[in-house]
């Protein structure tokens, strides 16, 4: 029933999105409609913590906010978790009054993956060991030429 009612308050909080199965192996956020460049997406929640205990807790879901605070987003009730990073991103994210705003970097299609680049130190320290998965990129971060 809690699970129910968890997925019911999201699609009403942020009907334009939607947590599936992504190419990257495991969850990914997805367009329910199409997002128009520049619109606000989601908003990436979760307990402000110190950069102290930031780099104590060894979490994956950390957004720094400034060099005092970080934003651990590691609650399944922060669905912006769910986005993936890519080396050619269609949304960013911005720190706007200590929230993280994700916005559209472009325009993005219904049922497309809504993906951020994680910024350098992420990728070296978390993705980069395993290969990038994002598509775009070599596996490492360099991305491939158009032919």
Not at 17 to 25: A, C, I, Q
Not at 40 to 68: H, M, P, Q, W
Not at 81 to 104: G, Q, T
Request: with cysteine; aromatic share 12%; glycine share 8%.
């Amino acid at each position: 029933m809690l699970v129910w009612f968890f997925m019911e308050y999201i699609k009403t909080k942020y009907p334009n999105v939607k947590v599936k199965r992504s190419g990257h192996g495991g969850l990914g956020l997805f367009a329910e409609e199409l997002i128009e460049k520049n619109r606000d997406i989601i908003e990436y929640v979760g307990e402000i913590i110190t950069a102290k205990e930031a780099d104590e807790s060894k979490g994956k879901y950390l957004f720094e906010l400034n060099s005092k605070f970080t934003l651990d987003g590691k609650s399944r009730t922060n669905i912006a978790r769910y986005i993936n990073h890519s080396c050619l991103p269609n949304a960013e994210a911005d720190v706007i009054k200590m929230k993280i705003i994700i916005s559209a970097k472009r325009t993005i299609l219904s049922s497309e993956e809504i993906t951020y680049d994680y910024g350098k130190e992420y990728f070296d320290e978390f993705i980069k060991p395993h290969g990038c998965k994002c598509g775009f990129c070599d596996g490492q971060g360099k991305i491939r030429s158009k032919k």
